[in-house]
């Protein structure tokens, strides 16, 4: 079996390679339906590849040189979802669900840090205790450039919030907010929200560019 991720939703998907032809195939992405497009002979290239690198030595980099902070069971395939301040098992089963691997920092210093470095797609922010708005304890994370902004989704986690609050969410400046009750229910809480967040800045885009004709 080979692994791709989907380049729209980041979801890891597995592939039965024997079955495809040798020639470029596209099919749609079962979670968020878009195109994507495989061709067996590069995988096969790959596979080859990889074979080959399995049989050389290889350097063994640990998470405090890399400067990752993960547990041993989030190494693996995906891209990374950031969890600042308190972490928890529900919140990284909850990046695990909509396709990313759990990466947590405890402080917001340490994981601007990181996300001025790697960009990771999703920031799920869990603080130790919910405040009136701005949430001072992780301005450092949630207070970028729109540029920077606009390269990640930022999702809030705290009790004392209503799941999807549009208002709460400008008010602490994040995409999204999630009651931890709700987590249940997370994976299409997200594909929802993130379906929107995606048509609200595609057409912002498109009346900038229009604007700016």
């Known amino acids: ?55 050389a030595p290889v350097p063994v980099q640990t998470p ?13 395939f995906g891209a990374k979802a950031m ?24 402080t917001a210093a340490e994981a601007r840090e990181y996300f001025m470095q790697e960009y990771p797609p999703v920031v799920m922010i869990s603080p130790p205790q919910l405040t009136p708005p701005p949430l001072e304890s992780m301005t450092g994370i949630i207070q970028l450039t729109p540029a920077d902004r606009r390269k990640a989704f930022f999702i809030l986690f705290a009790d004392g919030l209503r799941t999807l609050d549009g208002n709460a969410a400008f008010l602490y400046g994040v995409n999204l907010v999630v009651s931890p009750k709700d987590l249940g229910a997370f994976q299409q809480i997200y594909k929802d929200a993130h379906t929107y967040h995606e048509r609200l800045y595609a057409s912002m885009t498109s009346v900038a560019k229009s604007l700016a004709s």
């Open 64 to 76: 405090e040189a890399s400067g990752e902070h993960h547990d041993d069971d989030d190494h693996g």
């Open 83 to 106: 969890i600042v301040g308190t972490d928890h098992p529900a919140l990284r089963h909850a990046a695990k669900l909509i396709g990313f691997l759990p990466v947590h920092f405890a």
């Open 1 to 55: 079996m080979m692994k791709i991720v989907c380049t729209s939703c980041q979801k890891p998907l597995s592939i039965d390679e024997t079955k495809l032809p040798m020639k470029e195939v596209s099919f749609p992405c079962p979670v968020c339906k878009t195109k994507l497009t495989v061709d067996r002979r590069h995988l096969e290239g790959a596979a080859a590849a990889a074979a080959h690198a399995e049989t």
